[in-house]
């Protein structure tokens, strides 16, 4: 069975930093694409940014700049780590992975056939 988990959301303060991890367990190797979301309270689930396998990412403007996405292979962890963190990001994240090569931009839901149940970030003011 796969399962992802992420973990690292908290609160911190306007401007602060925070690091989320997605590990990954029941793949036979490790997923081309994977990906983070995020969801705002009543919102749609926002693509952020993505990475294939051989370490290619893909950042919306809303992650440009200030996110970083990584990954270990050999561990299969997702990483996204968070900077000058602004109350706006305030949201639930997502990690998400799919075993097949798609390149559609933006982001889509439905490219991505596993999913994490997501950690909570809130940033104050």
């Known amino acids: 069975e796969v399962r992802l988990a992420e973990s690292g959301g908290g609160s911190v303060q306007s401007g602060g930093s925070l690091r989320l991890s997605c590990e990954l367990s029941?793949?036979?190797?490790?997923?081309?694409?994977m990906g983070w979301f995020r969801q705002h309270p009543g919102k749609e689930r926002e693509g952020l940014v993505d990475?294939?396998?051989?370490?290619?990412?893909r950042y919306t403007a809303s992650a440009s700049g200030r996110f970083t996405i990584s990954r270990d292979n050999a561990q299969n962890i997702l990483y996204l780590q968070m900077s000058s963190l602004k109350p706006e990001d305030t949201a639930m994240y997502y990690c998400?992975?799919?075993?097949?090569?798609?390149?559609?931009?933006?982001?889509?839901?439905?490219?991505?056939?596993?999913w994490g149940h997501g950690t909570q970030v809130t940033v104050s003011s």
């Open positions: 029941g793949y036979t190797g490790s997923p081309y694409h």
């Open positions: 998400a992975a799919d075993e097949g090569d798609n390149s559609h931009w933006p982001l889509r839901v439905q490219d991505f056939g596993s």
């Open positions: 990475i294939d396998t051989f370490g290619r990412a």
